[in-house]
């Protein structure tokens, strides 16, 4: 209903209001675009990095906050809890000019991998857990400017979804695949997704028991089992990771 004594409260009181409720908007999924083709073909400089940011994928409808169309003081409660994301273009997913607004506290920001995409982001954080003689002086101090950039932009988030490929192609390198998580310290829920129609997801398995074994797993086998084993995987991987770097919170995780 209508509050029409509203204009009349102090300001302070009606910026807490505006505050409250830009952060109470319901959760969105958000695709993250894959990165064109091109970004692995050229050689890497500082100054071509410098603008690579991760973008939203065009193949969705991301609705700008209704906040922001309420009044000045709601916009700019609205602007301090959302940041703006540039939409990639069809196809090329190449950058645009186009933006959306995320919020970085409700929204959760997710990796879709239904046909192996690349993304620069998981492809250096994956790099990072090999021994640093497998890559030049030069290509590491671009790389790590890169990774810089990208946590900045992650910096607030606190929800994050990857599928299992790209999750389980993290956790390869140990527990020492988890240190970027020291640099997303905002993040609260880590959710892995596990497309059981998807004939692409015949991955393996770690099965619990004395020792870890890899079992494969074909899509008719997966089940309520396979949830559990992955749950299982998860919480032992973040323990590790806990264990090397106590100061840090560990996220929740979903599967």
Not at 58 to 64: D, K, T, V, Y
Not at 163 to 179: A, H, V, Y
Not at 223 to 238: G, P
């Amino acid at each position: 209903g209508s509050f029409p004594l509203f204009p009349e409260l102090p300001l302070e009181i009606q910026k807490i209001i505006w505050s409250f409720a830009s952060v109470q908007a319901p959760p969105r999924i958000l695709r993250i675009a894959e990165d064109p083709a091109n970004w692995y073909a050229t050689r890497l400089t500082l100054e071509i990095i410098k603008d690579r940011r991760m973008r939203l994928h065009p193949g969705q409808s991301i609705c700008i906050p209704s906040l922001f169309s309420v009044c000045r003081d709601a916009r700019t409660a609205a602007l301090e809890e959302h940041a703006g994301w540039e939409i990639a273009e069809p196809e090329t997913f190449a950058p645009t000019r186009k933006t959306a607004y995320v919020n970085k506290t409700s929204d959760v920001f997710y990796f879709e991998d239904r046909n192996h995409n690349r993304f620069w982001f998981l492809d250096l954080v994956y790099e990072e857990s090999f021994p640093a003689w497998a890559r030049t002086e030069e290509n590491i101090r671009i790389k790590q400017s890169a990774l810089r950039q990208y946590y900045d932009q992650f910096s607030g988030i606190r929800n994050l979804a990857m599928d299992w490929f790209q999750w389980f192609r993290l956790i390869d390198g140990g527990d020492t695949s988890l240190k970027w998580l020291r640099h997303i310290p905002s993040l609260r829920v880590l959710t892995v997704v596990l497309d059981l129609y998807n004939a692409d997801t015949v991955v393996k398995l770690v099965v619990p028991g004395k020792h870890l074994q890899f079992v494969p797993v074909t899509p008719n086998s997966i089940s309520a089992e396979s949830e559990k084993r992955i749950l299982w995987l998860l919480r032992k991987c973040l323990e590790g990771f806990h264990l090397k770097y106590p100061e840090h919170i560990i996220p929740d995780v979903e599967v």
